[in-house]
């Protein structure tokens, strides 16, 4: 098992040029669980994210990792604890695959430090969980979008962080490969006890495979904790706009949200 941490937002505003997207935001990540963050277009799911890994400066407030803010660590030292797969990435021309996931071990290369056969083994292993290992010597440019996906999936498992951040990691991918590394994220937060935060589009996948549950409106937490208390019919109308009616899941017993469109709504639909 990993070091569990702790990672905590604390009063955060964040915005780019004069417009404020975040504003007053706390956030408690439960350590060694999963956490998907879910919440309407433009509400700053990825903004917040960005920041929890350093990508974008707050204008006022704190992420603090294990009580120690983020944005004062040094790059190297936080990327061996905190690892992000970032929206849209973008690969260096003509790099191959087996280089590319290998640039998730940069953390944990030292000066003068030559690549070692732990990296050799960090870089298989991440390769054969996304089954990438096929794709190996492939250009990047080469492949679709969602082997693409799927290797970036692969490079951030190379890091071998304890924390790990991604943000909407199942896009460009099949139904099929969207379960699969939904399924593969949650083996490494159950064997590992990977603290792992997540955004999601999908509100039902994001409920089936959380522990922990947030909805973000206009900037700020709306709802936060279990997914059968975050997922209702009320939060789903304030967050998204959208009439709904929510049902327990067959398959996996987590609630399960149900769109209602306005001629449903219209006839009076019910379940």
Known sequence: MTAAHTLVV?????????????????LVV??????????????????????????????SGHVLLDGKDVHRLPAK????????????????????????VGR??????????????????????????????????????????????RVWIAMALAQQTDVLLLDEPTTFLDVSHQIEVLDLLTDLNRSRGTTTVMVLHDLNLAARYADYLVAIAAGDVYAAGDPSDVLTTETVRAVFGLDSHVISDPVSGKPLMLPLGRHHVAEGATV
């Open 30 to 59: 439960p350590p060694a669980k999963i956490t998907c963050i879910v919440g309407a277009n433009a509400c700053g799911k990825s903004t917040l994210l960005r920041s929890m890994s350093r990508l974008l400066a707050p204008r």
């Open 10 to 26: 604390e009063d955060l505003e964040l915005g780019y040029g004069g417009r404020t997207v975040v504003e007053s935001l706390d």
């Open 104 to 149: 998730g071990r940069h953390p944990h290369q030292r000066v003068l430090s030559r690549w070692s056969r732990e990296d050799d083994a960090a870089v298989a292993d991440a390769l054969a969980a996304t089954h990438t290992t096929e794709l190996a010597e492939r250009h990047v440019d080469e492949l679709s979008g969602g082997q693409r996906q």
């Open 77 to 100: 030292q936080l990327a061996r604890t905190l690892g992000l797969l970032p929206q849209s990435p973008i690969a260096p021309e003509g790099i191959v695959v087996a280089d590319l």
